[in-house]
């Protein structure tokens, strides 16, 4: 079956970054979160309408660079065009501090070319030629093709540290809340792992030893959205997949397997996340079949 979504991926132990490679042709909602690297994002083609970093919305149109620096909750809601695709290198937070020990002191800012002075857009220019050329690259079959891009990897990353560092009014090792941050993580790994199951509010504020008020309050501060919108987000997301995958199943099965009470409020999750229903989101797919 071809996939709506198309993602490929280079996995990160030989590199020292990440790369995903995004051709979407859908209605696409990720649900937020946050990672322990420092991400570059690169729009190739089309655009990205709603991307939200730490509750601030940015737009992606087609050659523009955003970075997200470690430990900021990012999440994506956008109609993308056919021809949409996209870039997004990840450095390992540990990685970059072991070559820069002084990150916990700085964030990288870019957000496009608006406010940079002539140094800076020599350098955004010459990242932006070297995402290009990673995604060649990678699409090519050379043997020394990881050899290659690990050196545009590392040029890029010199560029970022060397030109768009910005000094923190409080060192991150000092302002990152650990504990709270790995609470997070239990909490969304958790909902992860069940959300077929009966998880809400209540539920999770007693296997915490949380008050819900203290909990809601908690994970929409550090999340940006409501932790029930976050558990239905989750639910829809698998939905999607179990749709695209088939299973045999039929909707309703499909729901509840997700966790939903039924077809009805799967459909009501999915309109909302990706602007369609069960039914149309396989109505795509199997167009998108024919043409292929």
């Known amino acids: 079956m071809l996939q709506e979504l198309q993602t490929d991926y280079m996995v990160q132990e030989y590199l020292p970054a990440g790369i995903r490679i995004f051709r979407e042709s859908d209605y696409r909602y990720v649900i937020p979160s946050w990672h322990q690297a420092i991400e570059v994002n690169c729009t190739l083609d089309g655009h990205i309408d709603d991307f939200y970093v730490n509750g601030q919305p940015h737009s992606l149109p087609q050659e523009k660079l955003l970075v997200i620096n470690a430990f900021e ?9 056919d021809d949409f695709k996209a870039l997004s290198l990840s450095y390992p937070y540990a990685f970059v501090k072991s070559h820069f020990p002084d990150i916990d002191e700085y964030y990288i800012a870019i957000d496009g070319k608006d406010g940079l002075d002539a140094k800076q857009k020599a350098a955004y ?5 070297k995402c290009l050329a990673i995604v060649k690259l990678y699409e090519e ?35 990152r809340d650990d504990k709270a941050m790995q609470r997070l993580m239990d909490i969304t790994d958790f909902v992860a792992k069940n959300y077929q199951g009966d998880i809400s509010l209540d539920s999770l504020a007693e296997r915490y030893f949380l008050s819900k008020e203290y909990l809601a309050r908690f994970f929409k501060a550090h999340m940006g959205v409501t932790l029930g919108n976050y558990i239905t987000a989750v639910r829809a997301d698998k939905a999607r997949e179990a749709i695209r995958l088939g299973y045999g199943k039929t909707f309703t099965e499909i729901a509840k397997s997700c966790g939903f009470s039924g077809l009805r409020t799967m459909d009501r ?14 109505k795509k797919l199997l167009q998108v079949e024919k043409t292929a």
Do not use: C, N, W
Request: no cysteine.
């Open 269 to 282: 999750a999915l309109q909302k996340a990706y602007g369609m229903t069960a039914r149309e989101i396989k």
């Open 125 to 129: 220019s010459y990242i932006r030629e």
């Open 73 to 81: 909750v990012h999440s994506v809601k956008s109609h993308k065009e």
């Open 141 to 175: 079959d050379s043997p020394t093709r990881s050899v290659k891009i690990s050196v545009l990897l590392l040029e890029i990353l010199d560029l970022l540290l060397t030109y768009f560092l910005v000094k923190r009014e409080q060192s991150l090792a000092l302002s």
